[in-house]
């Protein structure tokens, strides 16, 4: 069974920098793409970013284009979005999620539990 565990989340204040990683085991890696998503209080869960099995292929939500990377290391079985210059309104509990055979932002197949991140004005 797919495990996925995210970190790294935290608070910072709004211009800062944080980086949130997600550990992926119980299958293998490549064979999958994986996405960020992420859900602010009191709204539904959105698309953030996601990237295919080798890195070939990335998409962004407008919102997030320009200040979010995602990436992977498949030697790591770990995926990561490193996100720039953050804004009050990317407060939020960001999911890591996994697509077998494909990649994309439509169904996932396993999805963390989330890290919180917090950016204060």
């Known amino acids: 069974q797919v495990l996925l565990v995210e970190s790294g989340g935290g608070s910072v204040q709004a211009g800062g920098s944080l980086r949130v990683s997600c550990a992926f085991s119980?299958?293998?890696?490549?064979?999958?793409?994986m996405g960020w998503f992420r859900q602010a209080p009191g709204k539904e869960r959105e698309f953030v970013a996601v990237?295919?099995?080798?890195?070939?292929?990335?998409d962004y939500a407008n919102s997030v284009k320009g200040r979010f990377t995602i990436s992977r290391d498949n030697a790591k079985n770990t995926v990561y979005l490193q996100m720039n210059n953050l804004k009050p309104d990317d407060t939020a509990v960001y999911y890591c999620?996994?697509?077998?055979?494909?990649w994309g932002a439509g169904r996932m197949d396993y999805w963390g539990k989330g890290t919180l991140v917090t950016v204060s004005s």
């Open positions: 990237i295919s099995a080798f890195s070939v292929y990335t």
């Open positions: 999620a996994a697509k077998s055979g494909a």
């Open positions: 119980g299958g293998t890696f490549t064979n999958y793409g």
